[in-house]
């Protein structure tokens, strides 16, 4: 189910709890889910270094530890803490009816 605008329901809003993620697949891109500290990110598990899965990495505030180099990424900005330029896929997404929508084609 596609909206027209091109975000589609992935996840119940109550599944996404905090401090926590989760990976879903949008018509073969891994999107994964953060919440933390009250926020909202979605963005591509592949790392940008290596495309390591970013599901198993650690959170560390707002920051995301890739689990294969240790290479920090700020939730916020994508990027990379120590040469910014190399950053996540990040994607839209929108709380709808109880559900988490996401656009895996427009990329923030
Ligand atoms: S693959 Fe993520 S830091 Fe190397």
């Given at each position: 189910?596609?909206?027209?605008?091109?975000?589609?329901?992935?996840?119940?809003?109550?599944?996404?709890?905090?401090?926590?993620?989760?990976?879903?697949?949008?018509?073969?891109?891994?999107?994964?889910?953060?919440?933390?500290?009250?926020?909202?990110?979605?963005?591509?598990?592949?790392?940008?270094?290596?495309?390591?899965?970013l599901i198993g990495g650690t959170l560390?505030?707002?920051?995301?530890?890739?689990?294969?180099?240790?290479?920090?990424?700020?939730?916020?900005?994508?990027?990379?803490?120590?040469?910014?330029?190399?950053?996540?896929?990040?994607?839209?997404?929108?709380?709808?009816?109880?559900?988490?929508?996401?656009?895996?084609?427009?990329?923030?």
């Amino acid at each position: 189910m596609e909206n027209s605008d091109g975000f589609v329901p992935v996840l119940k809003e109550k599944e996404l709890k905090g401090g926590k993620m989760k990976l879903v697949t949008v018509e073969g891109t891994p999107i994964l889910f953060i919440k933390q500290q009250g926020q909202i990110f979605a963005i591509n598990n592949r790392c940008p270094h290596m495309a390591c899965g970013l599901i198993g990495g650690t959170l560390d505030g707002l920051v995301i530890v890739c689990p294969c180099h240790d290479w920090r990424f700020d939730l916020t900005t994508g990027e990379y803490e120590e040469a910014p330029g190399f950053r996540l896929t990040k994607y839209n997404w929108k709380i709808k009816s109880g559900k988490i929508w996401v656009n895996h084609e427009e990329e923030t």
